[in-house]
Nanobody
Framework: QVQLVESGGGSVEAGGSLSLACTVTVTGTRNGNFNMAWFRQVPGKEREGVAGIDTLGGTTLADFVKGRSSISRDNARNTLSLEMTYLKPEDSARYYC??????????????????????WGQGNQVTVSP
């Protein structure tokens, strides 16, 4: 079983920066890495992928955050981070971290598909004012 606990986020003005972190706790024994990703959702809109990291450490970013966001995990592979800079009002959303139950590698496109993921954090709000 996997538990994801998110921290960070908040409110900033356009052009500012925010970070999000996700701590992964595994109950029982598990070998290998999950695919993990950050998603965001605005009320009334579908959830969209922001950034993902695969089981081998490869990363992919959605076009709308390329050049201003980064995703990483620590050496113990138990935390996931998202650093966002030059934030825009359209970045305002609730941000969720997610992990796959399987350690099977996902390609760059599938990394950003919500239905690939089995475990989800509670979501943290990011609000960017104009």
């Amino acid at each position: 079983q996997v538990q994801l606990v998110e921290s960070g986020g908040g409110s900033v003005e356009a052009g500012g920066s925010l970070s999000l972190a996700c701590t992964v706790t595994v109950t029982g024994t598990r070998n290998g890495n999950f695919n993990m990703a950050w998603f965001r959702q605005v009320p009334g809109k579908e959830r969209e992928g922001v950034a993902g990291i695969d089981t081998l450490g490869g990363t992919t970013l959605a076009d709308f955050v390329k050049g201003r966001s980064s995703i990483s995990r620590d050496n113990a592979r138990n935390t996931l981070s998202l650093e966002m800079t030059y934030l825009k009002p359209e970045d305002s959303a609730r941000y969720y971290c997610a992990a796959t139950a399987s350690t099977q590698w996902l390609d760059w496109r599938r990394l950003l598909q919500p239905h690939q993921y089995d475990y989800w954090g509670q979501g943290n709000q990011v609000t960017v004012s104009p």
